[in-house]
């Protein structure tokens, strides 16, 4: 049987290649660049070959070093989704959840919280993050994603959103119910989401369906996160075009009003995803039927 090189010679070995600089692997590893060089080194007699040319300004990989790359790292991110996978047997009772963050706290956390309320024997883990999670060699179970993602994945419909015109009663304060025009002089909160920009309806596309087809959006704060918009919008700081689901609890308790009939809806719904491994995690469907349920 083929003997295989030292695991620690391959992480080695793929760090020096990423960085091209014994003294930054070693640094990064938090051993000494002489390590560094010894376990190279045992790495190129194991395999019979050069990997890197070395230089007073550091290394850089031969052609086989380039190619046993690509075989180095499969096996370490084969490696990890393995370990990954052991990790989901041993957490059979926890279901790890990922979304972004604004969903999380402004309209996830309220149904975690009321399903641990009435099941205190099941955790749920959610971690909040604007990466896609990638359930190879990620612990979590099921993600909120804004639109598809992987096809090899399941998608459960959740909801398509929409935008409404609110405001804090303290901004709007003195102006006539329904005077739009009186309204638009105020600041506007804008939202940047980067890539997914061309799915959110923004202040032009608003102004345009309401019949302002020559006016531009007025200056105002801008976020990237919805949660940070909608704070602002409750300290007065100007009007938003505010996700009906992340603004129910504001309009609910009055810290902001709606100004206008006229929505916008975005263009693309929101998704529960998971793989198939999911499905036969104890209790894991039923979870899931619970969070597409709108019964909170």
Same mark, same amino acid.
């Given at each position: 049987?083929?003997?295989?090189?030292?695991?620690?010679?391959?992480?080695?070995?793929?760090?020096?290649?990423?960085?091209?600089?014994?003294?930054?692997?070693?640094?990064?590893?938090?051993?000494?660049?002489? #390590?560094?060089?010894?376990?190279? $080194? +045992?790495?190129? &007699?194991?395999?019979?070959?050069? %990997? /890197?040319?070395?230089?007073?300004?550091?290394?850089?990989?031969?052609?086989?070093?380039?190619?046993?790359?690509?075989?180095?790292?499969?096996?370490?991110?084969?490696?990890?989704?393995?370990?990954?996978?052991?990790?989901?047997?041993?957490?059979?009772?926890?279901?790890?959840?990922?979304?972004?963050?604004?969903?999380?706290?402004?309209?996830?956390?309220?149904?975690?919280?009321?399903?641990?309320?009435?099941?205190?024997?099941?955790?749920?883990?959610?971690?909040?993050?604007?990466?896609?999670?990638?359930?190879?060699?990620?612990?979590?179970? #099921?993600?909120?994603?804004?639109? $598809? +993602?992987?096809? &090899?994945?399941?998608?459960?419909? %959740? /909801?398509?959103?929409?935008?409404?015109?609110?405001?804090?009663?303290?901004?709007?304060?003195?102006?006539?119910?329904?005077?739009?025009?009186?309204?638009?002089?105020?600041?506007?909160?804008?939202?940047?989401?980067?890539?997914?920009?061309?799915?959110?309806?923004?202040?032009?596309?608003?102004?345009?369906?309401?019949?302002?087809?020559?006016?531009?959006?007025?200056?105002?704060?801008?976020?990237?996160?919805?949660?940070?918009?909608?704070?602002?919008?409750?300290?007065?700081?100007?009007?938003?075009?505010?996700?009906?689901?992340?603004?129910?609890?504001?309009?609910?308790?009055?810290?902001?009003?709606?100004?206008?009939?006229?929505?916008?809806?975005?263009?693309?719904?929101?998704?529960?995803?998971?793989?198939?491994?999911?499905?036969?995690?104890?209790?894991?469907?039923?979870?899931?039927?619970?969070?597409?349920?709108?019964?909170?």
């Amino acid at each position: 049987m083929l003997k295989l090189p030292n695991l620690n010679s391959l992480i080695t070995f793929i760090n020096a290649a990423h960085t091209g600089n014994f003294a930054k692997t070693a640094k990064a590893l938090c051993i000494t660049p002489a #390590a560094v060089s010894q376990q190279i $080194k +045992q790495l190129e &007699s194991h395999l019979d070959t050069t %990997l /890197f040319e070395r230089s007073k300004l550091g290394v850089e990989l031969t052609q086989a070093g380039q190619q046993y790359l690509y075989f180095a790292n499969q096996a370490i991110e084969s490696l990890q989704r393995g370990q990954a996978s052991l990790d989901q047997l041993k957490q059979q009772r926890i279901f790890t959840l990922h979304t972004l963050p604004s969903v999380a706290s402004l309209w996830l956390m309220p149904k975690v919280l009321h399903i641990m309320e009435q099941h205190p024997d099941l955790e749920i883990r959610v971690e909040a993050s604007h990466t896609s999670v990638d359930f190879n060699l990620s612990r979590c179970d #099921a993600s909120i994603s804004f639109g $598809k +993602q992987d096809k &090899s994945l399941n998608h459960d419909f %959740l /909801f398509q959103d929409e935008v409404h015109l609110v405001a804090s009663p303290s901004l709007v304060n003195g102006i006539a119910q329904g005077d739009l025009d009186a309204l638009l002089e105020k600041p506007m909160i804008h939202i940047d989401w980067g890539d997914e920009n061309p799915y959110l309806p923004n202040w032009q596309d608003w102004l345009t369906a309401a019949g302002y087809h020559n006016r531009k959006s007025n200056k105002g704060p801008q976020f990237n996160l919805s949660s940070m918009a909608i704070d602002a919008a409750i300290q007065g700081k100007g009007l938003l075009l505010g996700q009906g689901l992340f603004i129910q609890n504001a309009l609910e308790t009055g810290q902001l009003v709606t100004l206008s009939p006229i929505t916008l809806p975005l263009r693309k719904a929101y998704y529960l995803i998971y793989p198939d491994r999911t499905k036969n995690k104890d209790g894991a469907m039923r979870l899931i039927e619970r969070l597409k349920s709108d019964k909170f």
